[in-house]
């Protein structure tokens, strides 16, 4: 009965030692990232789109993506019901209960790659595949390091990256803000196509002070917005929509380089409601808790070393 | 030291050649899997880019295969010398799970061709959970095989190359015990990315304790059954004095679990959730009632000592706490875009051939191979 009692003892104290290892994982979080320093994006404003879907060709053209047909039907354009291995960015129409002369009962949204300022992505990527660009935050694929385990798709809240299931040499798929465009100096295809400046491209500080300013408009005014490129000299007059006071992706998980703004609730437009933390910065804060860069490991590992060292040379 | 000796006996037998059979029907579909991509014979989407290949193949194999760790812990740290037969099957069993979850894990990627590029140093992400699990368990399959060594080394003879090994088995012991405790967690861990996408029934910053405290239980729960069922199919005597002693220690264990993994859902406000009726809610129950079951049976000396009890709480801590993980990676896990996910029966094949050889697999060693300990008939 001794022995039995000394095990418990023992079993105890080791698991109380785990959970003080574990600490509170409340409070384990790492800070949030900073904007780089050149960081560029998209300002999406719902109320501005008409959903013609230029946008959609232009990104397939710029990206040498192939068509994609959904429907049975003999349709003339592609039809993709949503973000897939052959559809980097998306025109969705989402029903909006309400009343019909506010919001004619309907609104779009576009979806692609929020290029997060703390992307789980590439905090994922056991291979350094997603990478996060220190200037201007465009965040990359390189097929040449990808090993296609997923585990971004699994990470990413917004469901962005995809994978090509039906190819024996598959790539993940994602919008990297035609990067290829940028260094070039030019702009997002989506962008530089939209009649309406719906899309909006610039440095990221200037679209927030832009989202700004437009929150701030009275609705059914006539107001004056830029088109294409903030940056860029095409004005457009539009009356003012009725926006939610909300920039959607100025928080959103630590924030993201693209930016919404939208007259209807945006968990109506299918984006979800999110911390302003990210789960990165929660998962980093509590492996750094238990790892403290490999030092608690290693102290582990001489302690076990001792240990079984001894009682191997007691036993002969 | 304890003696101990190969069973010998046909390694033809008809078990044996129904697993071959399965195995066989796992390598067409991975054939096609090559040929064709991975969609042609999975369901996996791009809203569940992970199925049941990495759910039950890795987080639930490698848990059952924690019997080596389990062991280990107990024979070498809290230094129980008399479990030491217990050792041996544990360690085989380990080995095989390990070593097929990580060859399941290369069909499983799509661009396993350059599955190297993950230990590249120029291309490490050290801020990656996957990285840390990818890391630790290709090391750990290879610390298994070099704790098993000796009985490979012992069939074959080769006396100087077994004295020189002993010299430094204790490195490869220790790590035995460091690197399960390390990715068993980290397994957890992985899934506190998946943020809101998971319920809120499983996801938790305790993720990586419960996932340590399941590969620990899970894998005495292994031991148990895996001695009992040798014993009863080799027509050996049962290792009962083992048994009940080392499942002494599981009742503290799980209630630790149990305290942990219900308070945690408490305090953050959901257990409702788990009363609504759902599936999700119901299969939360059913997974914390199975391991409470396990607690209530051996929390009872004289149970202990019951093989017909023994079996049944090993089969509960088995079953409850590998639905814990599968819950987390598969059920619980919702992207919320109307995506759905069932495995497809190609897919299913290809996991049951991995079952099937690990199997096989055991069957060959312990017939061939000094594992199991030695005992003379009365």
Known sequence: MKIRRRDLLKGIAASGLLVAAEQSPAQAKRARKDLPPNAVGILYDSTLCIGCKVCEYACKQANNMPVEHTSSKEVMWDDPQDLSAKTLNIIKRYGVEGPKDTVEGFAFIKRHCMHCLDPACVSACPASALVKNPENGVVTYNKKACIG?????????YNIPKFEWDSPFPEIVKCQLCAHLLVKGGISACCAACPTGASLFGPVEKLRSEAKRRMAMEPGEYYDFPVANIDGTEVQQHR???????????????????????????????????????????????????????????????????????REEKKE | MQERQALGGKVLTVPFKVCAAIVLIGLFFLGKRFIFGIGSVTNMNDGYPWGIWIAYD???????????????????????????????????????????????????????????????????????????????????????WMEFAPTLLEKFKAARLQARLNRIIFVFIALGILLPTMHQSSLGTMMLMAGHKLSPLWWSGFLPLLFLITAVVIGYAAVIFESLIASVAFKRPLELHLLSKISALMPWLLGLYLVIRIEDVNLR???????????????????????????????????????????????????????????????????GTGWRYFPSVPELFITFGIIAAEVMAYLWFVKTLPVLPKFTKA
Not at chain 2, 83 to 111: C, E, H, K, N, Q
Request: aromatic letters at 14%.
């Open chain 1, 149 to 157: 385990c997923r585990y971004c798709q699994v990470a990413c809240p």
């Open chain 1, 240 to 310: 003012a929509g009725a926006y939610v006071q909300h920039i959607y992706g100025e928080r959103e998980l630590g924030g993201s380089q693209v930016l919404y703004l939208a007259g209807v609730p945006f968990a109506s437009l299918g984006l979800p409601e999110l911390p302003e933390d990210s789960y990165v910065a929660l998962a980093d804060g509590i492996q750094y808790a238990i790892y403290k860069g490999m030092v608690y490991p290693l102290v582990v590992l001489g302690g076990l070393i001792y240990i079984i060292r001894n």
């Open chain 2, 269 to 335: 406000g959901y257990l409702p959730l788990a009363f609504e009726g759902g599936l999700l809610g119901n299969l939360f129950l059913l997974e914390n009632l199975l391991l409470l079951a396990a607690l209530l049976i051996l929390a009872y000396p004289n149970n202990r000592q019951n093989p017909r009890l023994l079996f049944i709480a090993s089969c509960a801590m088995l079953l409850g706490g590998s639905m814990y993980r599968f819950n987390t990676y598969i059920v619980g896990f919702d992207p």
């Open chain 2, 58 to 144: 890795v987080v639930v194999g490698t848990a059952l295969a924690c019997a080596g760790y389990s062991i280990a812990l107990i024979v070498y740290v809290f230094n129980k010398g008399e479990y030491s037969p217990l050792v041996r099957p544990a360690l085989m069993t380990s080995m095989f799970g390990y070593t097929l979850a990580g060859i399941s894990v290369i069909f499983d990627i799509g661009r396993y061709w350059q599955a190297y590029n993950i230990f590249l140093p120029w291309l490490s992400n050290l801020h990656s959970v996957m990285f840390e699990v990818a890391l630790c368990i290709g090391t750990y399959i290879l610390v298994l």
